[in-house]
């Protein structure tokens, strides 16, 4: 089992930035590649980025350039650094980890609950 928990979400400006943290317990945190995902009200969840095991990221063509994933295997932890945010990205961000890579949110069988990111105009 593996506990996750989301922080870091909050209102801000279109174009300011936002650092998500998620921090992870149960398991060995090294064997796990986390991946973040967003909803929107009324619209389907959607993948944002994903890291490997080996720290390979991966990213959604709407967020290449302006957000990064990170992860610190000594914290336990999992980073989402978001700049020149917009509107669009307003979203709940849940934080997710599995034993591989996956690009769709049915790849992952441990979620967090979620932080609400509200950008803007």
């Known amino acids: 089992q593996v506990q996750l928990v989301e922080s870091g979400g909050g209102l801000v400006q279109a174009g300011g930035s936002l650092r998500l943290s998620c921090a992870a317990s149960g398991r060995t945190f090294s064997n796990y590649a986390m991946g973040w995902f967003r909803q929107a009200p009324g619209k389907e969840r959607e993948f944002v980025t994903a890291i490997s095991r080996s720290g390979t990221p991966y990213y959604a063509d709407s967020v290449k350039g302006r957000f990064t994933i990170s992860r610190d295997n000594v914290k336990n932890t999992v980073y989402l650094q978001m700049n020149s945010l917009k509107p669009e990205d307003t979203a709940v961000y849940y934080c997710?980890?599995?034993?591989?890579?996956?690009?769709?949110?049915?790849?992952?069988?441990?979620w967090g609950q979620g932080t609400q990111v509200t950008v803007s105009s």
């Open positions: 997710a980890a599995d034993k591989s890579t996956a690009l769709g949110p049915g790849g992952y069988g441990y």
